[in-house]
């Protein structure tokens, strides 16, 4: 089956510094990745995905990278704020649109 | 904003005690899902819930576990007998017919003692 590996485990950033994170899949047949966010006490919340059939999607300061040949795709957050300390989730989904969760970023942005 | 409702937050249960975490999907989606996280490690995938059957289960969801929706909008877990090792965070998602994204709840805390 799927076998979703995330680094760093934890990161901390000054406040307007950029933070990366990176998963790495195994599975090629896994076609779609969302990141979530999750804050103390509430559930994963969906920030941004990418599909098979794109390298690279943009929303505001956040953006992710696909690379289908490495099987690997990454997390950029830039100019953090405080607001963006939490958790971060990357995943893969293939056949049955389960999804193979990392294990987690616990990412600290220090004013 | 649409959102999926999990009911109790936080249960705490005997061990060996039947428990039913509740779930309120968004209302026109059609796929729900099941996943639970142990302190400390992955969410990890129970099961997949489509047109009123199981789709897809992990070797974690055994007999122990059951789903249900029994009412055309909740969506139930059922844990019978609980186990120690069944104390995790489950989340409850769902996900609309012509996309991919999966919306998830805010969780139930599973304490077993």
């Known amino acids: 089956g799927e076998n979703v590996e995330q680094h760093p485990s934890t990161l901390s950033v000054q406040e307007g510094d950029s933070a990366v994170i990176k998963c790495t899949y195994s599975d090629s047949a896994s076609n779609y990745f969302p990141w979530y966010k999750q804050e103390l006490g509430k559930g994963p919340q969906l920030i941004i995905d990418?599909?098979?059939?794109?390298g690279e999607k943009k929303d505001q300061r956040i953006a992710v990278t696909l690379n289908k040949t490495a099987k690997h795709f990454s997390l950029h957050i830039t100019e953090t704020q405080p607001e963006d300390s939490a958790v971060y989730f990357c995943a893969a989904c293939s056949a049955g649109n389960k999804l193979t969760f990392g294990g987690g970023t616990r990412v600290l942005v220090k004013p | 904003e649409p959102e999926v409702t999990q009911t109790p937050s936080h249960q705490v249960t005997q061990m060996g005690q039947e428990v039913i975490l509740r779930c309120v999907p968004i209302s026109n989606h059609l796929y729900f899902y099941w996943y639970r996280q142990i302190l400390g490690q992955k969410v990890e995938f129970l099961v997949s819930f489509y047109n009123n059957e199981i789709s897809e289960k992990s070797e974690i969801f055994d007999d122990q576990f059951s789903v249900e929706r029994p009412d055309g909008s909740n969506f139930t877990l059922k844990i019978r007998s609980t186990k120690l090792e069944d104390s995790a965070m489950y989340f409850c998602?769902?996900?609309?017919?012509?996309?991919?994204?999966?919306?998830f709840g805010q969780g139930t805390r599973l304490t077993v003692v």
């Open positions: 998602a769902s996900r609309g017919q012509m996309t991919t994204e999966a919306f």
């Open positions: 990418i599909r098979s059939n794109v």
